[in-house]
């Protein structure tokens, strides 16, 4: 069992940046993939960026690639999403995610989910 807590949410005005930290329970965390997700109000639910157990692999949806950047950090079970040039249409509830197997840019392909963490980018 792996729960996730997120944090790092907030306003920010556009062209600004934040960090998103994700911290996970559970002496397994360096064997799960690890993935972004965001959730816009009336939208459903996209993926953001994914980074393999390793990290020698990463993943980015085509809107944010070159602007935001995922990371992990086994030692301390902490995955991060760094956020910058943000724009008002980032605005969501980003969700990390827990999980293994390809494609990782598929939502079913995570097993446990964090809490989420609003982020609101103001024009």
């Known amino acids: 069992q792996v729960q996730l807590v997120e944090s790092g949410g907030g306003l920010v005005q556009a062209g600004g940046s934040l960090r998103l930290s994700c911290v996970a329970s559970?002496?397994?965390?360096?064997?799960?993939?690890m993935g972004w997700f965001r959730q816009a109000r009336g939208k459903e639910r996209e993926f953001v960026a994914a980074?393999?157990?390793?990290?020698?692999?990463?993943y980015y949806a085509d809107s944010v690639k070159g602007r935001f950047t995922i990371s992990r950090d086994n030692a301390k079970n902490t995955v991060y999403l760094q956020m910058n040039s943000l724009k008002p249409e980032d605005t969501a509830v980003y969700y990390c995610?827990?999980?293994?197997?390809?494609?990782?840019?598929?939502?079913?392909?995570?097993?446990?989910w964090g809490q989420g963490t609003q982020v609101t980018v103001s024009s």
């Open positions: 980074r393999n157990w390793s990290g020698g692999l990463t």
């Open positions: 559970g002496r397994t965390f360096s064997s799960y993939a």
């Open positions: 995610a827990a999980g293994g197997g390809q494609p990782l840019t598929t939502p079913g392909r995570y097993s446990y």
